[in-house]
């Protein structure tokens, strides 16, 4: 069988985690991370198409030798995602990693619990079901 | 182009072949489950992954395409390679969650809170077939027109008997047949070899030029512009945007504004478009975890931003070097630019043998990116119709496994043989603006319903649907009505640019692309049909959902042992 992705959960599980202090915490990291990448890429990206399109003399202005300053913004583009991709590993790294490592093993370990307590109820059950019989 | 080097490039072309052939049985020996088939079993490390994503992501035309616009039309060209690039920062940001939340698709993220499963999966699968068809046309017209002239076969002309006409249908169908024995019989293992592959021949025949050609000019990287601006005839304008996109006409404000808005229209697609691609997004889940995942995006921003780095050096080099008349002359589209340079520059270093080896390894490194590309994508949609739409629309989620994965080989067998007759039919039309209109359907339709089904609380099975089917018909629609359907006239000939013959003309819509206006209309058709729906948004389900996406509780893993099924929950 395929495994379904709506089976249900033990009820509560995954509500729990979702509203520990944090969850909030990494939540809200990462929110805050995501709106500055894309505000810092998208941003510096539509400035460099906008200059593009409307600002063809200050693009055709020359920087050094035949390089003019198109040419030198489009690599700064190059520049510019690869830093941004950096920073953005780094501080996923130190700030996000560890917190939702946490939260992830924590869940791991109860619901370990939860079918390690499962194992000796059934086997009680069948202990008493035997003794009783 | 000269003569006997098309043995060479011939002979390569089989080697080629006979490699990932062999790869791919290895990869059926070891293909046992769908985890093996949808995901590689999950085991590919980051930077492998990371090759592959590369592999997938860097078509033939870009490689060949964006080298010809840059060596026609000057700075311009660049403007693909800095979209293609940077899209992939919103990539990096979807790829922890998206690897955490899905299984094998990306129907697997928007389902996950969505009260109407099926038709959720439905409309996901519908939108991934779509974008990867048009995708895949493009490839493969483009490899029947690149093989003919790779092989040297003029019209009129032939090789080993065949006309040039002939030659394009058989690649064709050669292609066809190859992308469809990798899917069905390697499955995601024997495709992500097959890219990794491609990806490390492509970086190292586009290296091997670059340097050549920069060391033309003393690696002056200033003096190579001024030769290709002088070369040009266009001096300093060939080195600044505005010769292709954006065009200023003279006296005609309204026409210089509508072309401007077109480059913006363009930008805007490259940019959100890559992370709503299915064979992108499916190669979220072949790695273990969401670190692999993230890592893996790092590698392909690494490997895609050196590659695109370097076509600036391959465009312009061509236009320096080989001139834009016999460019030109070859392909008026620019598509030799790259292969025209190999000859060139292999020439200066050893003569027309020199020339003939540079020439067949850069064609076969072209001719073996477009099977790496068009095998990703049957793969893609393969996968698509029979985990979202035999697995969970028709067997309601409760499918064998064996039975799924039989499906997925027959559907990319169907979707295979589609793409043959579709590109056997077009194969003479200009179909290049496909590749951005897939770019373009891909951000309109997938990536509303990815962002606000991660993100926003309230968002229901009705917004993914209406977000879905409003940004694929609306980019469809627009497209259907622009002038790159109908209506393009070339000024001066009075000959058709578009796709339908001169004459015919219902182009309603200015722009050729639709993403400018697309995008918001896919983002507001999925926010309206939640808001106008009576369906609550599953609190617990949206809980569920962050809960995992963020931490990777209950992830789908790499199971640690042969026969274990996959920790997830």
């Known amino acids: ?133 | 182009m000269p003569g006997d080097g098309r043995f060479l490039t011939f002979g390569l072309f089989l080697v080629f072949i006979l490699i990932t052939l062999g790869i791919t049985i290895w990869a059926r020996a070891n293909t046992r489950n769908a985890d093996d088939f949808y995901a590689g079993g999950r085991a590919f490390s980051g930077p492998q992954n990371g090759l592959a994503l590369a592999g997938d992501y860097m078509s033939a035309a870009s490689f060949l395409g964006i080298a010809g616009i840059i060596a026609l039309s000057g700075y311009d060209g660049f403007l693909y390679s800095i979209g293609f690039l940077v899209a992939w920062l919103l990539t990096l940001l979807l790829v922890e969650l998206m690897r955490n939340a899905g299984r094998f698709t990306m129907a697997d993220v928007l389902s996950y809170r969505a009260r109407r499963q099926p038709r959720v999966r439905t409309a996901a699968a519908v939108s991934t077939v779509t974008v990867s068809v048009f995708y895949l046309l493009a490839q493969m017209v483009g490899a029947g027109a690149l093989v003919s002239l790779l092989l040297g076969i003029h019209p009129g002309q032939s090789f080993l008997g065949l006309s040039a006409g002939a030659a394009k249908v058989l690649t064709i169908i050669i292609v066809g047949l190859m992308m469809v024995f990798y899917v069905t019989y390697g499955g995601m293992k024997g495709t992500t070899w097959v890219q990794i592959i491609k990806a490390v021949l492509l970086m190292a025949g586009t290296l091997v030029l670059t340097v050549l050609v920069l060391a033309r000019f003393g690696f002056n990287l200033s003096d190579m512009l001024g030769a290709a601006a002088k070369a040009s005839g266009r001096a300093a304008d060939f080195l600044q945007p505005g010769l292709k996109y954006g065009r200023e006409i003279e006296g005609d404000p309204l026409r210089t504004l509508i072309n401007k808005l077109d480059f913006i229209s363009l930008a805007v697609a490259l940019v959100l478009g890559t992370a709503g691609l299915p064979h992108i997004v499916s190669r979220f889940f072949t790695v273990p975890d969401a670190r692999a995942a993230r890592t893996s995006v790092n590698w392909a921003i690494g490997l895609v931003g050196v590659f695109y780095l370097m076509t600036l050096a391959l465009g312009f080099g061509a236009t320096a070097v080989v001139g834009q008349a016999a460019i030109a002359a070859q392909d008026p589209a620019g598509n030799t630019a790259a292969l025209q340079l190999a000859y060139t520059l292999g020439e200066f270093a050893g003569g027309p043998i020199g020339g003939d080896i540079l020439l067949a390894f850069v064609g076969a490194v072209a001719f073996a990116t477009i099977l790496a590309v068009v095998s990703g994508l049957v793969l893609a949609s393969s996968t698509s119709l029979a985990h979202d739409y035999f697995g969970h629309v028709l067997m309601f989620g409760r499918p064998r496994e064996s039975q799924e994965v039989a499906v997925a080989r027959f559907s990319a067998f169907l979707v295979g043989a589609l793409a043959v007759v579709l590109a056997v039919v077009a194969r003479n039309l200009n179909v290049a603006f496909l590749v951005a209109l897939a770019f373009a359907m891909a951000a309109s339709a997938n990536l509303p319903a990815i962002v606000l089904s991660l993100f926003w609380k309230r968002f229901n099975s009705t917004g993914v649907v209406a977000g879905i089917y409003g940004g694929l018909s609306g980019s469809l629609l627009l497209m259907a009505l622009s002038p790159v359907v109908s209506g393009k006239v070339d000024p001066d000939t009075g000959a058709s640019l578009s796709l339908l013959p001169a004459g015919i003309d219902f182009h309603l819509f200015p722009l050729e692309n639709p993403g400018l206006v697309s995008i918001p209309f896919g983002f507001l058709c999925a926010v309206a049909g939640t808001l106008l729906s009576r369906e609550q948004a599953d609190q617990e389900r949206y809980d569920e959902l962050s809960v995992r996406a963020l931490t990777g509780t209950g992830s789908h893993r790499a199971a640690r042992r042969a026969g274990k099924r996959p920790s997830g929950r």
Do not use: C
């Open chain 1, 1 to 133: 069988m395929v495994e379904d992705p709506r089976t249900p959960t033990v009820p509560g599980e995954f509500t729990a985690l979702a509203h520990d202090h944090r969850f909030h915490l990494l939540k809200a990291r990462f929110r805050r991370l995501a709106t500055t990448l894309v505000a810092a890429f998208l941003g510096w990206y539509f400035l460099y198409i906008a200059l593009s399109a409307f600002a063809r003399d200050f693009m055709a202005r020359p920087a050094f030798g035949h390089i003019n300053m198109a040419l030198l913004l489009g690599v700064l583009q190059f520049v510019s995602t690869f830093v941004l991709a950096w920073r953005y590993t780094r501080y996923a790294r130190r700030m996000l990693d560890p917190l939702s490592a946490q939260l992830r093993d924590e869940a791991q370990r109860r619901q370990a619990e939860r079918e390690h307590i499962e194992q000796v109820m059934a086997e009680r059950r069948r202990i008493e079901n035997w003794t009783r019989g």
